[in-house]
């Protein structure tokens, strides 16, 4: 909180005084009591909030010994538990790992202790570079989270055979289209978008690395829906059902809807940051938005300043591209998007604007929900998901997936790719 | 007297001359204006006509470009064909694969140069980038040369405080490297526009790097221009014009400027392809003409990240740009011997 962390709301929501501490008004948080003599700690939260333990699990969360800086410490960060320990850092240019040699003491179970003595990491900006070192095995292990460039996809596929494998990561991309300006404040404005967009033209625009989807919550979490999408109203009514995966564009209908919502020729703003692929996605709609009968015109914007910018209600930006990663494996952390309370003038999460009372009141029921008794509440999630996708409040398209991708001196067989954090170090064994 | 004007070495005549001896002079230029002169000489200069027609092809294609797409491609600049399928020679190929490489050139009316990594047809976008390219290139010029040419008049003619003033003001621009200057206007302008005024241009507005192009190199042809005003303004035919009370202004549009034309010209055809390129520069790096919009930069910058699997997605947009900047350039040089052999005059950079 006090290092200007984007995820700092997740605290000052929800613990009590937390607020009040970020905003100087007092020198501790009310709500966190503390008793040395046991070793207990209890938080006091302002409502009741079930991933309130995935919050906890945040590496922001991890416990430092009294006297921590509160400043930023990416130099010389303090000590944590795990099974490496951070032993030098070069900002912006490597940093190495050596193994902790008290962690196997600790006896947790079900983490592993880790193979290797020494993790040097360096940081290469270069994604071609980099898939080439490990094609090459000049270097062990591809940054998860980059993706390979569309020129070595092929190449990879073929030549690190047996060392190479994509993994459907908990995050999902979609166009958010704003639902209280025109035209997608008109329902058959946001079917027809849904329609004129082919999900498995945006997958070979990705080079093949998102899995194609109507739905919003990725498979690994709970409450995730399958089969047909509802797009539209699911009564019918002029309304279109198609197939969840791979559904074909259908300019024709789509065109149809926008004409008969009176709407042919209206102009639309598409908005995307200037970085592949996500670039070529908007490019897309746009293209797309243009052939069924709006007037649509793509916004660039360079990759620094997009999310403040599509973020501030004086832009209020019309549509675009967006991405949300799972912060914990919650559907409650995902719908924040869709929730009316994330609406703010600045920085601005709901980008869509939606303000559904049936989104809203099943969010608040489901929110409290803990976490250990999620699949009890998956069919209402999965129930809201076909909501949102009956009322095409966004356009959902795919699920992003993530190499693991070592070098030949890795045992690929033992390592394991987390959905959360990535490629898990501490499984990484060398062969031989 | 007559004289044929052919300059061919006839020995003129003299009507009713009696007595008088027929002198034999050498050839006769005399009655023939500079610009036939010029055109005689650059006539005969078959590289600078070699290059020109080059040039002038080029344009011409780019110009047919939605004859192409209509009649030919059957696909718009912008159309996306990710998920089509095309038969070639009886087997069905996509036109971008499953990992995103897209269709190579097929030599066939649709995708003749094959598709962009965005299912876009590559001959289609070559064609409408180039006639953005050029369309900047030209008006980015017309801005440089019409800027340039009234300061450059101004400052020369009345020299003094109206001299250093526009003087100091030009150095301040070209204090500061081209590409460098051109580069940070283009990224500021293209994220917010440009308003002043009446005048609101959006950020994807063709004229905003029109405008950073045309301003950016205005000291380069002003500075050499105003350099020839200061000598125009001491001859005789501007002091008799001064003499006979003709005013500043007129002295300036009626006497100085006539004398500037032939090198007017000669900076148009080598500003042009300063421009075009200056104009690829700026869209490769995101700073010039806009996406969805196609430029021979943008083309260039899209093709980059593909150049192993994929070469004809640079190859083809390098090819038209060199063949185009190349043919202006050496048509240039060709119009500047032609026009004055004795000039050095180049707008060197």
């Known amino acids: 909180m006090k290092v200007g962390w984007g995820g700092d709301s997740f605290y000052t929501s929800n613990i009590v005084g937390a607020a009040a501490y970020q905003a100087g008004k007092s020198k501790t948080i009310s709500g966190i009591v503390t008793n040395d003599a046991t070793g207990q700690v209890i938080i006091h939260l302002l409502a009741p909030y079930g991933a309130f333990d995935n919050v906890l699990a945040f590496p922001s969360s991890g416990l430092v010994p009294t006297g921590t800086a509160m400043t930023a410490l990416s130099t010389s960060p303090p000590p944590g538990v795990g099974s490496y320990m951070i032993t030098s850092v070069k900002p912006n240019v490597s940093f190495t790992l050596e193994k902790n040699p008290l962690f196997a003491g600790f006896h947790i179970p079900g983490i592993p202790v880790g193979y290797v003595n020494t993790v040097q990491v360096t940081v290469q900006t270069n994604a071609d570079t980099e898939a080439q070192d490990v094609l090459n095995n000049t270097s062990d292990e591809f940054d998860w989270g980059d993706v390979i460039p569309p020129a070595y996809v092929a190449q990879v596929q073929t030549q690190a055979k047996g060392r190479y494998t994509p993994e459907t990561l908990a995050a999902t991309d979609y166009f958010w289209l704003n639902t209280h300006i025109a035209p997608f404040n008109n329902i058959l404005a946001r079917e027809a978008a849904n329609l004129a967009v082919s999900r498995v033209a945006l997958q070979r625009l990705a080079s093949g690395q998102i899995t194609p989807t109507c739905y919003y919550l990725p498979p690994s979490i709970v409450g995730a829906a399958s089969g047909a999408c509802p797009l539209g109203d699911p009564s019918g009514n002029g309304s279109f059902t198609a197939s969840s995966l791979g559904s074909p564009a259908d300019i024709a209908l789509a065109t149809k809807l926008v004409k008969k919502a009176g709407l042919t020729g209206a102009p639309v703003t598409v908005w995307t940051e200037n970085r592949e692929p996500f670039e070529a996605f908007v490019t897309y709609l746009n293209s797309q938005l243009n052939a069924i009968g709006f007037k649509s015109a793509l916004k660039v914007v360079s990759s620094g300043v997009f999310d403040p910018t599509i973020g501030s209600a004086k832009v209020d930006p019309q549509a675009g591209w967006g991405e949300w990663s799972q912060d914990y494996p919650n559907p409650g952390d995902f719908y924040l998007v869709l929730d009316a309370r994330s609406i703010e003038p600045v920085n601005n999460l709901n980008l869509g604007y939606v303000n559904d009372p049936h989104i809203q009141s099943t969010i608040i029921r489901l929110d409290k929900v803990q976490s250990s008794d999620l699949p009890s509440v998956a069919s209402q999630w999965a129930a809201l998901e076909k909501y949102v996708d009956s009322k095409d409040y966004q356009l959902n398209f795919g699920y992003e997936v993530s190499p693991l991708f070592l070098s030949d001196r890795v045992d690929f067989a033992t390592a394991v790719f987390q959905p959360v954090f990535g490629d898990d170090w501490s499984t990484f064994e060398l062969k031989g | ?349």
């Open chain 2, 1 to 349: 007297m007559t004289l044929d004007g052919t300059g061919t070495g006839r020995v003129p005549t003299y009507e009713g001359g009696v007595g008088l001896p027929v002198v034999p002079v050498g050839p006769y230029t005399a009655g023939v204006g500079a610009y036939r002169l010029a055109l005689r000489r650059l006539r005969h200069n078959y590289t600078a006509l070699f290059f020109g027609s080059l040039f002038l092809l080029v344009v011409v294609l780019c110009l047919l470009a939605p004859v192409y797409a209509r009649y030919i491609a059957h696909t718009g600049p912008n159309d996306q064909h990710i998920t089509e399928v095309l038969n070639l020679n009886g087997k069905s190929v996509d036109v971008v694969s499953l990992t995103g490489v897209p269709i190579g050139p097929t030599w066939h009316s649709r995708f003749f140069l094959g598709a962009d990594a965005d299912g876009r047809d590559l001959a289609v976008r070559l064609l409408y980038g180039g006639r953005t390219s050029l369309a900047i290139g030209a008006m980015a010029t017309a801005v440089t040369i019409v800027l340039a040419t009234i300061l450059g008049l101004v400052a020369g003619y009345y020299r003094g405080w109206a001299d250093s003033l526009i003087s100091r003001a030009l150095d301040i621009v070209w204090a500061y490297p081209v590409y460098l200057l051109a580069i940070a206007l283009g990224v500021s302008l293209a994220t917010g526009g440009i308003s002043i005024g009446p005048i609101q241009l959006n950020g994807g507005s063709i004229f905003l790097p029109t405008l950073v192009i045309g301003i950016v190199y205005v000291p380069y042809v002003a500075r050499p221009v105003r350099g020839e005003v200061l000598a125009l303004r001491e001859r005789e035919f501007v002091e008799a014009a001064r003499a006979l009370g003709t005013s500043n202004l007129r002295i300036m549009v009626g006497e100085i400027l006539p004398n500037l034309t032939s090198t007017i010209v000669v900076f148009v055809a080598l500003q042009l392809a300063h421009s075009i390129i200056l104009e690829a520069a700026l869209s490769f790096l995101g700073a010039g003409v806009q996406p969805p919009a196609a430029s021979w930069g943008t083309l260039l910058s899209a093709g980059a990240p593909l150049f192993t699997v994929a070469p004809y997605l640079t190859l083809a947009p390098a090819t038209l740009l060199v063949a185009a900047c190349l043919g202006v350039n050496i048509f240039g040089d060709g119009l500047r011997e032609a026009l004055d052999p004795r000039a050095t005059v180049r707008a060197g950079r």
